[in-house]
Structures are given as structure tokens and as C-alpha cells.
């Protein structure tokens, strides 16, 4: 089982709290650059990263192209896993994107998402969509998430990559009506602007949407991305190749956000998962911290094991959370934030 995808059976305990929160991948990482640029006000960068310690390689795609014009039909997938003993009525999907040309923040321009489920690759043969479609258009609202796409603003060190506030990721969100038994399904996605035939938006209004952003590393194991490019009829992997000739192409994620009703053992939860809280480092090593926006009047926190057993709390607010006795492994982080919860999966190295 891809580790990646485990959801919540952790939160089996988590009774009468009607938020809570799952992270697939975050996007953003921090307020501070690499380069000690500060964001603005109330935003955070989602930084290209490198692996760490590494002075001379990056990651350098800022985003994966999802869109159709007039000349281009491109698509994007990633997978999920609801897991045993659980069914999924999910109401509604959120993605992320921005504006392919720089400095826009044109919103009212976005006005479709497409997008349809399967319970297999859909770059396999014969692959069909057990829910939704290609062409139907889904699309309910749009936001800003105050957060920056930029390039690695230090690596390597004759680097010309600065932060700035040309790409601004907007979360784009769809409504649906599906239930879900257990096993591993993929997403399929594809946004589109107001009259996106139009000659007046003819390669003006691309939409990217940036991968998942882990701090210190280029991927992880198992990163699984797709794109398909309709016009050719061909899937391929989700490649980010990097800055230098010598880089090795990793493969990426996509982040996106489920909201759905959960049915457990005669339990029903609403569950959303989304990027209002940040644990990093991720992977980490001797303690993690917390970055949320938002004020805090309480906290607590919750290490699970891969079993779903409790093994450590913290029933306080610290700079710094001390993992030093965990053994290397995956754990769930379980975070009670004023009313609302959320579960993160920690990685010990």
C-alpha cells in the first residue's frame, strides 16, 4: 500500500468535533525564502526545494500545466486510498492552480473544473471513470490562498531566482456526489477560463498547478503524478527534471483536498484536509513545529503509530515538539486546534 495515501483510521477517537482536517501534500514552505526574503503580510511562500545539504541541484518546475485552450487539452492525476472498513460520501473537491501569465490574479476569468473518478490508473488501457467525466463542468468557487509559487531563490548558489509575488495560488473548488468503498482510486482534473476559445485569451491565461512542497527534498518515494496531454492521447509521469543537466528527474505529487462524510464502525464525521496548518520539518528528525494562521487559544496533539496506537501527547503550545525517543518510521499526528482537527503524516528519519 502506497504509505502516502493512508487516510484517517486514526481518527476513529475523534468524536462531536465537526472540522477535520487531512493533509495530502502541502504547498506552502514558510514566511522566509531561502534567501531571507519575507512574504507579505498574512502569506506564505511554496518554495521549489532542494535536497538537503545539496548547493548545486533543484527542483525547477514551478508547475504542471492543466488547462484547455485552443490549442492545448492537458490534464493532471493523482491518486487516494480510502481505507478498510471505511466508506467515503465525498461532497466536494478543491485543487490548486495560478496563472500562467505573471503577476495576474484575474479570478473571475476561472469558471470551470472538470474532473472524474477512477478505481484504477487511468493511464491504463481501458481505464473508465467510475464517477463524473472529462467534460461536464464542476466548478462552485474559487479563493486566494495567500501563498507564492516561486523558483528555489538560493540553490544553486549562481542562481538568478529571486522570490516574488508573480504566482499566486488560488484554490479551485467542485462540487460532487459520491460514495466510496474501500480500495485506491485517481483523480482526474482539468480547469478552464471564460471563453477559453477566445483568440483574446489565446496563451494568456494558462493554469499550472504547483506539486507538493516538502522542505529539503525533491520528491518522495512514493511521488506518483500524472499527466495526460490529450491532443496526443499519451499519459506520462508528473517530472520535475530539475535545474542542471545532471539532475535526475523526480517524479511529484499533486495537492488536493477531499471534503467528504465518513462512515466508520456507525460513526459518520465530516473530514476536509487542506493547508490552514503546516507541520515541518517533514521528514524530521529530532523535534517538528507548528505553522498556522490563525489565533490559538488551545492545542493538542496526538503521535499515532502505523496501527493507529497513541504513543505520545502534547497537551500544550511549544515552538518545538520532541520526537527523539520515536523510532524511525510513519506516525500520524493527530492536531486539535481550537475546535477543529486536523492529522498530519510525520515521517522519523
Request: proline content about 4%; charged content about 15%; glycine content about 6%.
Amino acid at each position: 500500500m502506497n504509505n502516502k495515501k493512508i487516510y484517517l483510521f486514526t481518527l476513529l477517537l475523534a468524536l462531536g468535533i465537526k472540522a477535520q482536517v487531512y493533509n495530502n501534500g502541502n504547498i506552502a514552505s514558510g514566511t522566509v525564502s531561502k534567501n531571507s526574503i519575507t512574504a507579505p503580510s498574512n502569506s506564505q511562500w511554496s518554495e521549489l526545494q532542494s535536497t538537503l545539504n545539496a548547493t548545486n541541484d533543484s527542483n525547477g518546475t514551478v508547475g504542471f500545466a492543466c488547462f484547455k485552450d485552443n490549442t492545448e487539452n492537458i490534464f493532471l492525476a493523482d491518486d487516494f486510498i480510502v481505507p478498510q472498513n471505511e466508506k467515503w460520501k465525498i461532497n466536494s473537491l478543491n485543487f490548486y492552480a495560478y496563472f500562467g501569465t505573471l503577476g495576474s490574479s484575474s479570478e473571475g476569468m476561472i469558471d470551470k473544473l472538470r474532473f472524474a473518478i477512477y478505481n484504477t490508473n487511468p493511464s491504463t488501457s481501458g481505464a473508465t471513470p467510475i464517477y463524473g467525466d472529462l467534460e461536464t463542468n464542476r466548478f462552485s468557487s474559487i479563493s486566494d490562498e495567500s501563498i507564492y509559487r516561486i523558483f528555489n531563490s538560493s540553490y544553486p548558489s549562481n542562481s538568478n531566482n529571486f522570490a516574488n509575488t508573480q504566482r499566486k495560488v488560488k484554490k479551485i473548488s467542485g462540487n460532487t456526489n459520491v460514495e466510496l468503498q474501500p480500495g485506491t482510486y485517481w483523480i482526474v482534473w482539468q480547469y478552464g477560463i471564460v471563453d477559453n476559445n477566445s483568440p483574446f485569451y489565446y496563451n494568456k491565461e494558462r493554469l499550472f498547478s504547483p506539486a507538493v512542497t516538502i522542505l529539503n527534498q525533491r520528491n518522495q518515494s512514493s511521488s506518483n503524478g500524472l499527466q495526460f496531454n490529450q491532443l496526443t492521447n499519451s499519459w506520462s509521469d508528473a517530472l520535475d527534471n530539475g535545474i542542471s543537466l545532471l539532475s535526475t528527474p523526480k517524479k511529484q505529487d499533486f495537492p488536493f483536498i477531499i471534503n467528504y462524510t465518513k462512515g466508520t464502525l456507525g460513526t459518520n464525521e465530516a473530514l476536509e484536509y487542506n493547508n490552514a496548518i503546516a507541520l515541518y520539518p517533514n521528514p524530521s528528525q529530532d523535534y517538528f513545529s507548528l505553522n498556522y494562521h490563525m489565533p490559538v487559544s488551545k492545542i493538542s496533539l496526538g503521535i499515532y503509530d502505523s496501527s493507529g496506537k497513541l504513543i505520545k501527547t502534547f497537551n500544550k503550545i511549544q515552538d518545538k515538539y520532541s520526537i527523539k525517543d520515536l523510532e524511525k518510521g510513519t506516525y500520524f499526528v493527530k492536531i486539535q486546534l481550537n475546535n477543529s482537527i486536523k492529522t498530519e503524516k510525520l515521517i522519523k528519519n
